[in-house]
């Protein structure tokens, strides 16, 4: 059985659309101190692993506001907890030229303890270059551990959207969907399947989605 491990049952709503069955995992695993996404869900992902003892799904996502240099980035949670979205948006609104551009960053990591060795590497262009955007470093190691460690193997899917910061609009979603417009509406106006179809998780999951299927059948 697949769980998608994470403490906000949100996320978990939107992965069931892409997952069939799959459970949540309400495990607080250490997030590692990164620069960048893709760090902290590998090194959770073999936590979770090693905790679980079943086939994993970690997801880590944030916010990365263009004028601030990315931030809050790997720390978006931390601010929501802190600060609150709306002050992150008065503050992007009083210190930046209007209109604030961001993008939301997701990336799943999955170990299941296998080598991925005999599975096609999903490895494309566009993971490539999500993964640069993300300013994920070291990518090609992360997604395979090498043998030389004692790592678990783990598979990273990324997915971004592009947006811009607003006043909050909107009573769907959570986090910061209400302040993040993409294409007129914000995340929190759009149904759960519109989101979906063009937000960083929906993005990120349908690339394992489509992963996962091809190594359960082969
Ligand atoms: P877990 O770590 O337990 O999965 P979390 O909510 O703390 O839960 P992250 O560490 O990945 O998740 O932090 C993500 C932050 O970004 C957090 O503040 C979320 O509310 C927010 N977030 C993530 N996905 C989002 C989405 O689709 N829409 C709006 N906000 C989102
Ligand atoms: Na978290």
Not at 1 to 21: F, H, I, P, Q
Not at 56 to 66: N, Y
Request: aromatic letters at 10%.
């Amino acid at each position: 059985m697949l769980r998608y491990v994470t403490t906000n049952s949100g996320k978990v709503r939107e992965a069931r659309a892409y997952l069939d069955g799959v459970e949540q995992l309400d495990y607080d695993y250490t997030e590692v101190q990164a620069s960048a996404l893709g760090p902290i869900a590998a090194t959770g992902a073999r936590e979770a692993y090693r905790h679980a003892g079943e086939p994993v799904l970690v997801d880590d996502s944030g916010l990365f506001i263009d004028g601030f240099e990315g931030f809050p980035g790997p720390y978006t949670a931390y601010v929501e907890d802190t600060l609150g979205i709306e002050t992150v948006q008065r503050l992007a609104a009083s210190e930046l030229d209007a209109p604030q551009r961001a993008a939301f960053r997701c990336v799943l990591a999955y170990c299941d303890g296998d080598e991925f060795a005999a599975t096609p590497d999903p490895v494309d262009r566009e993971d490539r270059s999500a993964a640069a955007a993300a300013g994920v470093e070291g990518v090609d190691e992360d997604r395979v551990a090498s043998a030389a460690d004692d790592a678990l193997p783990v598979k990273l899917f990324y997915g971004s959207v592009r947006g811009r910061l607003v006043e909050p609009r909107g009573d769907g979603g959570f986090g910061y969907d209400p302040i993040f417009e993409h294409d007129g509406r914000t995340l929190a106006e759009m149904r759960s399947n519109e989101k979906n179809a063009i937000s960083h998780r929906g993005r990120a999951l349908a690339k394992f989605a489509e992963w996962f299927e091809a190594r359960s059948v082969g």
